[in-house]
């Protein structure tokens, strides 16, 4: 890893067209402004991280867990739902078939 | 995935959605499609294609969190081939708890489906506010 010593004002360049500033120094706050091309994605790694971890979570939940919630959600859905209103399976699968 | 399982999938003639934005934590799992699990249309099941057994729990968040409105990139519209006339839809992946009460949805990353062009991809947002668990009852 490249280490640089940098003050509040100044800046690093990446590549071409990448420029990280150092705004401000406050404590142990740094605050950084990034200028990059629109298509490069710039997250906060730890949020990478949490999104990982609550896909891992949520991926295959078992099917009497799907089961009770789909029952849930219908009993609460049954009083404010309205009878026409589209959902999202309509448009991609309009034959998809509901298991059980 | 194994040849049962992709005939099952074949027959029922679901359309196959392409994660043009993966799934943080599954980058190789591309294909997936989108199955209802009741007859509103609430609760469906967002289910790979690439890896049997392997799906997400989704809903359209307006029910529940009726002021969400995340906006997304010109990035993200140029990967998803969005246009004025382009169907889209807005879900969020749940995951379950025991109850519903325990059930939490991801508003710090939903999934956009461009319904014409079947092009998808669960959205980084990072916009400060947005939580990966909120509850969904609030």
Known sequence: MLVLSRRAGESVVLGEDITITILEVRGDVVRVGIDAPRSLKVHRAELLVQLEQSNRQAASPADEVVADLTRALGSTGGTGGTGGTAGPGEPTAPSAPRPE | MTAAATAELVTAD?????????????????????????????????????????????????????????????????????????????????????????????????????????????????????????????
Do not use: K, W
């Open chain 2, 14 to 138: 679901l359309p196959v959605l392409e994660m043009v934005r993966p799934m943080p934590g599954f980058p190789d799992h591309r294909r997936f499609t989108l199955v209802r699990l009741d007859d509103e249309g609430l609760l469906c099941s967002l289910t790979s294609l690439d890896e049997p057994g392997l799906r997400f729990l989704v809903v359209p968040p307006d029910r529940f969190f009726p002021d969400y409105a995340p906006e997304v990139d010109d990035d993200v519209v140029a990967d998803l081939e969005l246009d004025g006339d382009s169907e889209v839809l807005l879900l969020v992946v749940l995951t379950a708890g025991g109850s519903l009460a325990a059930t939490t949805a991801n508003l710090a990353a939903p999934v956009l489906v461009n319904a014409g062009t079947r092009r998808a991809g669960q959205i980084v947002l990072d916009e400060p506010g947005l939580p990966v668990a909120a509850p969904l009852l609030g």
